[in-house]
């Protein structure tokens, strides 16, 4: 199960750039997820929320945006979705394709909680 590596790696990132930020807790997270990766985001989601546990990020939301697999044929430069397993131009019937999207993991950017406790002391 990669996802849980995955899942760990991204609290190794996310969290000292919370801490930076002086963050209280982290609210949510949004990654841009592509259709090549064979990451299942269901499985991301759960692997990052037991990961997350006694951190700073446990809580986080994960905002997942699907980048579909882009092709391009390096013959005639036809670009277009592509599908696992696919070897064939449709437009000039040349062998192979270069991947133009859909390889990524990217954490675009983070939410966080950085307002102070407003409960001050004295004043409950």
């Not at 949004?30 to 989601?45: E, I, N, Q």
């Amino acid at each position: 199960m990669h996802e849980l590596a995955l899942a760990q790696s991204m609290i190794d990132i996310l969290a000292p750039v919370a801490r930076e930020h002086r963050a209280r807790r982290v609210l949510r997270a949004r990654l841009r997820l592509g259709d090549f990766t064979h990451v299942d985001p269901d499985c991301l989601t759960f692997a990052f929320e037991v990961a997350s546990r006694g951190t700073l990020l446990e809580g986080c939301a994960l905002s997942i945006t699907r980048v579909p697999l882009t092709v391009r044929c390096p013959a005639c430069g036809w670009q277009g979705a592509g599908t696992v397993g696919e070897r064939r131009c449709p437009s000039c019937g040349g062998d192979g394709f270069t991947v133009v999207a859909g390889r990524e993991i990217q954490l675009e950017a983070i939410d966080i909680d950085d307002e102070p406790d407003a409960t001050v002391a004295g004043h409950a």
